[in-house]
C-alpha cells in the first residue's frame, strides 16, 4: 500500500495542474503536517501541552489521515528514538541503520523494532480505559486516509484525488521522515547533544516547525522547537492559538537554562571563529614575511589575499 500511494503521486502529470490544485496540496500537507506534530509528536511523544478532548480527537484524526499509522504506534516509536537516539535500539538511526532504513525501511519491515513494550510511557498513558477513541484510532488507523482519499474523489474526480491526497501524502511521508535522515545528517548544531540530531530550515518549513530538531533533542518537553521568533514553526502558532481559544493549556516553556546554556553555546562559538581568524590572520603575515618579493619591496596590498586564501585553505583542510 505504502509503494502504491508513492507511485500514485505520478498522477500529477496525467491530470491538469491548476494554482487552486496547488493550494490544495499545501493545505492537506500543511494541516496534517500540524497534525503529527502538534498531537503525535509534541502531546502524545512529549506531552508538551494538554488539550480538551474533542480537539484531541480531531488533531488525532487529522494526524492519522497522514497515512503514518496510528497515534500510540507513533508516538510509541518516537519515544524510543529518543531513548536510544542514535545508538542500538533507535528504530531509525542513519548513523545505526543506514540512510534507506532509517529513512524508509524501519517503516515497512519494522519487526526489528516493532514491539513497544508495555511500560513505554505512551502505551501505559493512553490504555483503553483513559481514551477509547484514541485506541480507536490507533487500531483502525486505515479509517481517516481512506476517509480522506474518498472526501477528495467524491469531490473534485481524480484531480482532486491526486493533488489533495495522493501528491501531498508523499511530500508528508517524506517530510518526516527526512527528520530521521536530514536532521540527523545535515545541518547546524547549536546545542552540544550525545545524538546527531540537527537544526534544518528546510524540514522546520516542511514539517511545520520539526526541523529545529538539534533544540529539541536538547529540550524535547516544550511545546516550542523554534526556539526562538525568527525559527519558524507552525506547529507552535496553533498551539499558541489553541491556547487563546481555552482548547489547550500547560504549554511546557523552554526553560531560562536552555537558553542560558544556547548563549554560551554561541559565544564559545564565536570566541572560536575569532582564534581561528587571528591564527589564519598570523600565519599569512609569516608567509607573507617568507615571501623572497616582501623582502626585496616590502608589504604588498595586492599579495595578501592570495595569502590569506591559501591559509584559509589550510586551516580548512586542518
Ligand atoms: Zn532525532
Ligand atoms: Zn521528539
Request: proline share 5%; charged share 20%; hydrophobic share 45%.
Amino acid at each position: 500500500m505504502f509503494w502504491t500511494v508513492q507511485v500514485s503521486a505520478l498522477l500529477a502529470f496525467a491530470v491538469p495542474f491548476t494554482w487552486g490544485m496547488l493550494a490544495l496540496w499545501a493545505v492537506s500537507h500543511f494541516l496534517r503536517a500540524i497534525g503529527l506534530t502538534l498531537c503525535f509528536h509534541r502531546y502524545f511523544a512529549h506531552r508538551a501541552f494538554q488539550m480538551n478532548r474533542g480537539a484531541r480527537f480531531f488533531w488525532t484524526f487529522v494526524a492519522t489521515a497522514a497515512m503514518q499509522k496510528g497515534p500510540l504506534w507513533w508516538a510509541g516509536h518516537h519515544v524510543n528514538h529518543h531513548k536510544y537516539a542514535d545508538r542500538d535500539g533507535d528504530p531509525h538511526s542513519p548513523a545505526v541503520s543506514g540512510v534507506y532504513y532509517a529513512h524508509i525501511g524501519w517503516f515497512l519491515n519494522d519487526a526489528r523494532y516493532d514491539k513497544i513494550e508495555a511500560s513505554n510511557p505512551v502505551i501505559r498513558d493512553f490504555s483503553k480505559t483513559t481514551a477509547p477513541e484514541i485506541v480507536w484510532l490507533d487500531r483502525c488507523y486505515f479509517a481517516p486516509p481512506v476517509m480522506l482519499a474518498a472526501a477528495m474523489y467524491y469531490i473534485g474526480g481524480l484531480q482532486w484525488l491526486v493533488w489533495g491526497f495522493c501528491v501531498p501524502t508523499v511530500t508528508l511521508a517524506h517530510a518526516t521522515f527526512a527528520i530521521n535522515t536530514v536532521n540527523h545528517m545535515f545541518g547546524s548544531r547549536r546545542f552540544v547533544t550525545p545524538d546527531e540530531s540537527r537544526n534544518n530550515l528546510f524540514t522546520a518549513i516542511m514539517a511545520a516547525g520539526e526541523g529545529w530538531h538539534n533544540n529539541h533533542h536538547r529540550y524535547q518537553r516544550a511545546a516550542r522547537n523554534g526556539f526562538y521568533w525568527w525559527e519558524v514553526d507552525l506547529t507552535w502558532y496553533t498551539i499558541r492559538a489553541m491556547q487563546a481559544l481555552g482548547l489547550a493549556w500547560d504549554l511546557q516553556p523552554v526553560p531560562a537554562r536552555i537558553y542560558a546554556e544556547a548563549r554560551l553555546q554561541s559565544r564559545a562559538e564565536s570566541r572560536r571563529a575569532i582564534i581561528g581568524r587571528a591564527s589564519s590572520r598570523s600565519e599569512a603575515a609569516r608567509a607573507n614575511d617568507q615571501s623572497p618579493r616582501a623582502g626585496r619591496r616590502g608589504y604588498e596590498p595586492g599579495a595578501e589575499p592570495r595569502v590569506r586564501e591559501a591559509a584559509d585553505r589550510r586551516s580548512a583542510s586542518a
